[in-house]
């Protein structure tokens, strides 16, 4: 049996960045962290997809990432804080990975290179490189339908064998896939997660360690009760649980993320509903469909929110 530390178990939150006039809106950032702290979410992945790094300046970044750092170490209750790294330049992951290791993070979450459409052997080496320039804990983000590469299981078998892989996030929506990549886990002692909320249940289910979500940004309660009912045993209610969250998370995709998760979180009052190019504010119509479906969820009971909408 591998001895290696798997980083957490439960809910992590692909966290957002909030903008306001074009900066990183540090006010709203602090709010949010708050709010997931206070639900008590296991883990914080900062500079994740979710957060838009590719139109942030390294001087930004450090802002966010120090923020984070902060509030967290100022709460009651802290996550483990996971920082995004990932690169199509093996060299610049590297780059990242090394500038990541100052902050002193739980770990790092590294997606597979993108558009190049490397090779699966050269998927392997990429993750070799970067686990050989820095001792952080490394967990694998696989998402073929952003990055062109689905990583095969046969592939991640020899991807877990890195000493410091630690975690495997899966996004690559197809049931079938999941299955086979989470025996490669648990076999090696990795982390499983789920990287679609729509499959977060069917993963705890099976025994996974929880998931990177892109919804408990907006509902880390739901999001955490559902985690913990299943580790309770009461199945049935948890599943019910994922029949309320299940429009919610398909709407929650209905443009590319982050774009319908910000205005979510604008509905509920955390930030504005401001993007950065490329990325545009969510088209009117999908926005009337994504906020019917948050109407329903708060008809359904409590949630926990700062100054929602009417």
Known sequence: MSNKKIIFNGVGVALIT?????????????KIVNHLLKNKV?????????GEPPTLS?????????????????SSHKAKIILGVGSNSTEHAIELAKWAQQFKVDGLLVVTPYYNKATQNGVVAHYQAIAQAVNTPLIVYNVPGRTGVNIAPQTLEKIAQIKTVVGYKEACGDISHNLY??????????????????LNF???????????????NVFPDLCVKMWNLVQEQKIWLAQQLHDKLLEVNNEMFIE???IPVKSAMAYYGFCTNEMR?????????HELVLHNALAKIKKGGKHETNNRRG
Do not use: H, M, W
Request: glycine share 8%; net charge negative; charged share 15%.
């Open 42 to 50: 296991d883990a914080i992945v900062v500079l994740g997809t979710t």
């Open 256 to 258: 590319v993320n982050p």
């Open 277 to 285: 190019l490329p990325l545009t504010v969510i088209e009117p119509q």
């Open 181 to 198: 990549t989470q025996q490669v886990c648990q076999r090696n002692n990795i982390g499983f997660y789920s990287g679609n909320d729509d």
């Open 202 to 216: 069917l993963t705890y289910a099976n025994r996974g360690n929880g998931t990177i979500s892109v919804v408990a």
């Open 18 to 30: 909030p903008f306001k006039n074009n900066q990183v809106d540090v006010g709203s950032l602090t």
């Open 58 to 74: 390294q001087t930004e970044k450090e802002l966010i990432v120090n923020t984070v750092l902060k509030v967290n170490n100022n």
